[in-house]
T-cell receptor, first 110, second 114 residues
Framework: AQRVTQPEKLLSVFKGAPVELKCNYSYSGSPELFWYVQYSRQRLQLLLRHISRESIKGFTADLNKGETSFHLKKPFAQEEDSAMYYCALSGPNTGNQFYFGTGTSLTVIP | KAGVTQTPRYLIKTRGQQVTLSCSPISGHRSVSWYQQTPGQGLQFLFEYFSETQRNKGNFPGRFSGRQFSNSRSEMNVSTLELGDSALYLC?????????????FGNGTRLTVT
C-alpha cells in the first residue's frame, strides 16, 4: 500500500544551521515525489518536485530509491523558512490520488 | 491567473445538518480533488473529479459526496453531519494529466460541527 511517513512532527533549528526534513515512502513502482509548504496564514503550495530536479528557496530534495526516501534539505536555514512542510507522493498506481505525510512543523530560531 | 477559490471560508453547523462546499479551480484545470485536513490525520483524500467524472474516491463514508460541473467547478456535500467532521476541507485543482501534474490548493473551508 502507498504510504508517506514524516517521522518528525516538530523540528527546530537555529538560523544559519543546516536543516533536513525527513520523508520516507512506500510504493510499488516509480513514484513522483513532491514537497508542499504552508506558511502561516497562507494556502498550501508546491515547494518542489522530484522530476524538476530544481532548487527552490535554497531547498533541494533527492530521491533515494534504495532507502525509499525523499528528504528535504537546506544548507542554511532562514527565519522565513518557518512553516509546515508536507511530503507527498503520486504515481501510476495511485489513481490520481496524492498521498500526504502528516507534516513537519519547522521553526527557525533567530 | 486566479488561484483556486473556495467558498465559504468558514461554516458552523449543528450535528445532523448537511453542508455544501464550493470550489472554483484555476482556469484550464480539469481535475478537482478534495482533501480533509485535521491536526492528527494530516491530509486525507476524499475524491477526485475530472471532466465531470469521479475518477477516484477515498475511504470516507457515503455521507461525503461531490460533483463537478461542465465548467470544472466542483461542490462537496456532507450529509448528517457528525462532530468528527469538523476539519479544514481543501480543494485542489490540476491539469489532471498524468502523475506529474502538481496540485494547486485553495485556502480551504473551515467546518465546525457543534
Amino acid at each position: 500500500a502507498q504510504r508517506v511517513t514524516q517521522p518528525e512532527k516538530l523540528l527546530s533549528v537555529f538560523k544559519g544551521a543546516p536543516v533536513e526534513l525527513k520523508c520516507n515512502y512506500s510504493y510499488s513502482g516509480s513514484p513522483e515525489l513532491f514537497w508542499y509548504v504552508q506558511y502561516s496564514r497562507q494556502r498550501l503550495q508546491l515547494l518542489l518536485r522530484h522530476i524538476s530536479r530544481e532548487s527552490i528557496k535554497g531547498f533541494t530534495a533527492d530521491l533515494n530509491k534504495g532507502e525509499t526516501s525523499f528528504h528535504l534539505k537546506k544548507p542554511f536555514a532562514q527565519e522565513e523558512d518557518s512553516a509546515m512542510y508536507y511530503c507527498a507522493l503520486s504515481g501510476p498506481n495511485t489513481g490520481n490520488q496524492f498521498y500526504f505525510g502528516t507534516g513537519t512543523s519547522l521553526t527557525v530560531i533567530p | 491567473k486566479a488561484g483556486v477559490t473556495q467558498t465559504p471560508r468558514y461554516l458552523i453547523k449543528t450535528r445532523g445538518q448537511q453542508v455544501t462546499l464550493s470550489c472554483s479551480p484555476i482556469s484550464g484545470h480539469r481535475s478537482v480533488s478534495w482533501y480533509q485536513q485535521t491536526p492528527g490525520q494530516g491530509l486525507q483524500f476524499l475524491f477526485e473529479y475530472f471532466s465531470e467524472t469521479q475518477r477516484n474516491k477515498g475511504n470516507f463514508p457515503g455521507r461525503f459526496s461531490g460533483r463537478q460541473f461542465s465548467n470544472s467547478r466542483s461542490e462537496m456535500n456532507v450529509s448528517t453531519l457528525e462532530l468528527g467532521d469538523s476539519a479544514l476541507y481543501l480543494c485542489a485543482s490540476s491539469l489532471g494529466q498524468g502523475i506529474y501534474s502538481p496540485l494547486h490548493f485553495g485556502n480551504g473551508t473551515r467546518l465546525t460541527v457543534t
